[in-house]
């Protein structure tokens, strides 16, 4: 598309847009003024549906009416209900319901996952992971080595960008894995870098540390609901991610998980179990022996909060309507414009430092500027603007297809704009 920098041009785009009308659809959060801010953080928060109030209601009132019947007498019975979520759910990752399953969050998922996928023996010990992964995560991989009794130091093995560089080449990515292959148990890569927006190519990682004979695992947290995650097709062994970022289903709400069909009959997999993953006709009967639902349900422990649930299915339904291609389709527009405009400041400290292939990122573009502080957020911050800021000098910024709009983004460049002069 030849973009404009130009107002008039953005609300043309937003006329044009076929998804426009998702934006009354939520709770955009007000300013002081009584206008609405510019959110571009749904990246770390998405917004609230308008409709998941009446979910959660529905919920609450079935509570009231039955108390423990309401696991078989709900309206949405509760006792098989994470099992509304997962067509859809497994729809927006591109999996098989078999292969994904809504429970827990993330960093416990991330757990679980590495109990069954992380088994280092012999000189196979190392976590492949990225230098820039979130700190969780890395948090999560150190525990985990240290609980084999091993030296995180000399176990997680670190993906480090070239020399002056924020995002990872593709070929180093490959030369790490081809050079201490035999070394690695696991490959745990984030899938959208939640630092740069780095997308990577999940079937290329997949095969070549599959070649290897690597477990190879993604964290989706800014994948899920932002990029076509393709997860089946992309052959990987497990992802995880979380539902409150693009996926809109409220703080600290469930994560999804999925582990990969070949997986899923396999008898001798280790995991940590408990009663809901259990088969469900003989769950009940509380026998000695542990039966395992086929997939990836077999790794659920606990049943599940349902009013988190009723969030999820909510936002699930209105991705449904949306459609992930179409969703797609506007993000890439969506980020291309303020990508352009950006540029268009011509100002040279102002750097993006997001791929500019838009196969490589999802909505976000993490912007350096150099040297600036937090005042310079600050100052975005007071003329309405929520992003996100990130030590020393960079700003996240997602627009989000579903409830942004191009003169949103127009609005953003027009207060970046100012806010940098001088710097
Ligand atoms: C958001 C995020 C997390 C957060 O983990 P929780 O367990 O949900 O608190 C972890 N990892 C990544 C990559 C994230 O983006």
Request: overall charge negative.
């Amino acid at each position: 598309m030849i973009y404009q920098n130009d107002k008039n041009f953005a609300l043309q785009l937003d006329q044009q847009d076929p998804l426009a009308s998702f934006r009354s659809r939520f709770h955009i959060p007000m300013r002081q003024n009584g206008e609405e801010h510019i959110y571009f953080c749904g990246n770390s928060l998405g917004l609230q549906p308008k409709s998941t109030k009446d979910a959660l209601h529905q919920e609450l009132e079935d509570w009231k009416k039955y108390g423990v019947e309401g696991h078989f007498h709900a309206k949405n019975p509760w006792m098989p209900y994470h099992e509304f979520l997962t067509e859809a759910m497994a729809e927006i990752v591109g999996a098989k319901p078999i292969e994904v399953v809504v429970m827990n969050t993330l960093t416990v998922n991330l757990h679980l996952m590495m109990v069954s996928f992380y088994k280092p023996s012999g000189k196979r010990n190392k976590i492949l992971i990225s230098s820039n992964a979130f700190p969780s995560d890395k948090y999560a991989v150190a525990s985990q080595i240290k609980f084999h009794g091993l030296n995180p130091d000399e176990c997680m093995l670190i993906l480090d960008p070239v020399e002056g560089e924020a995002c990872h080449r593709e070929e180093d990515i490959k030369a790490i894995i081809d050079k201490h292959g035999d070394e690695i148990a696991l490959i745990l890569l984030g899938n959208t870098n939640y630092y740069t927006g780095q997308f990577y190519d999940m079937k290329k990682i997949s095969a070549w540390g599959h070649e290897k004979g690597c477990k190879v695992g993604f964290d989706c947290a800014h994948g899920a609901g932002n990029v076509p995650l393709n997860l089946h097709e992309s052959n990987c062994d497990f992802a995880v991610w979380c539902s409150y970022k693009y996926l809109n289903s409220g703080p600290g709400s469930l994560g999804g998980v999925f582990i990969h069909e070949r997986h899923a009959h396999d008898k001798e997999i280790s995991r940590f179990e408990g009663w809901w993953g259990h088969k469900k006709d003989t769950r009940f009967k509380m026998r000695d022996d542990f039966e395992a639902i086929p997939g990836v349900e077999a790794w659920q422990l606990s049943n599940p909060p349902i009013l988190s649930m009723a969030a999820i299915w909510s936002s699930l339904k209105i991705f449904k309507e949306a459609n992930m291609d179409n969703l797609r389709k506007k993000a890439i527009t969506l980020t291309g414009y303020l990508e352009f405009l950006v540029k268009q400041l011509g100002n040279e400290v102002v750097n993006i430092i997001t791929p500019e292939d838009p196969a490589q990122r999802g909505c976000q573009l993490s912007i350096q500027v150099k040297h600036a502080d937090k005042r310079l957020y600050e100052n975005i911050t007071k003329e309405g603007v929520i992003a996100d800021w990130r030590e020393p000098d960079v700003i996240r910024v997602a627009p989000v297809p579903l409830y942004n709009s191009y003169t949103d983004v127009y609005q953003f460049v027009k207060i970046l704009e100012k806010a940098v002069q001088g710097i």
